[in-house]
């Protein structure tokens, strides 16, 4: 699955969100359990709807992704490590809790 990223996103995820990578980013939608979760708020809203998810990284690195699916890729939104309210609500829609 083709992953695109604009260049003011990837500034983001090397600045603010703790050097995200491409392959962390590629290992998180790999290693994902359950289903996505969709993020509905009135001030998020996008067309199709934002998905949202969180996983591991192959070293155990915690990442919450947000994107924009696509029937030929995803268009990243932002990726960082999620905050322990963030872990408990996606606890309903992952298959491994």
Not at 20 to 40: H, K, M, P, S, W
């Amino acid at each position: 699955m083709k992953i695109d990223i604009s260049d003011r996103v990837l500034e983001k995820l090397n600045t603010k969100h703790g050097g995200v990578t491409l392959d962390e980013l590629r290992q998180c939608f790999a290693n994902r359990n359950g289903e996505y979760a969709i993020d509905d708020r009135e001030d998020h809203l996008t067309n199709p709807l934002t998905r949202w998810f969180i996983a591991e990284t192959n070293f155990g690195r915690k990442l919450k992704i947000c994107f924009i699916p696509f029937p030929d890729r995803v268009e990243l939104k932002t990726a960082y490590e999620p905050s322990a309210g963030e872990i408990a609500l996606y606890g309903k829609y992952d298959n491994d809790q």
